[in-house]
């Protein structure tokens, strides 16, 4: 069995974010060819629906996009209203893909290793 450690996800790949009306979108793109797949199974529709449930997110879609070797996710209901609206100081939703990259994702130790990052590190 290979050995696995756990890293948040901002040591493996950066985002960006926008918004449209109440609508949040968040991309996930991998910094190395080999932290690709791990994006592919632990950033999940389920996943990222659970990070945003405490801003109100009622759905999320995934969107593969591999010749970029990233995700989009589109969040719906995730800005509280809107830019208008919101009382949320981040009304735009521009530091949600922080948010994202703290989600912690599984890798083998070995590759954890070859690409530099390590279990306690964040």
Avoid at 7 to 31: F, M, Q, T
Wanted: with cysteine.
């Amino acid at each position: 069995m290979t050995a696995t450690v756990n890293i948040p996800l901002h040591r493996i790949a950066h985002g960006r974010a926008g918004d449209k009306g109440n609508r949040l979108n968040v991309s996930v793109i991998a910094y190395t060819p080999e932290a690709w797949p791990i994006l592919l199974r632990e950033v999940t529709q389920e996943r990222v629906l659970a990070m945003f449930e405490h801003r109100g997110a009622s759905q999320v879609r995934r969107y593969v996009v591999d010749n970029l070797q990233a995700l989009n996710f589109v969040i719906d209901d995730a800005l509280e209203g809107g830019v208008n609206s919101a009382l949320n100081l981040d009304t735009h939703g521009k530091t949600s893909s922080f948010h994202l990259l703290s989600m912690e994702v599984s890798m083998p130790a070995e590759l954890a290793t070859a690409l530099g990052c390590t279990g306690d590190t964040s």
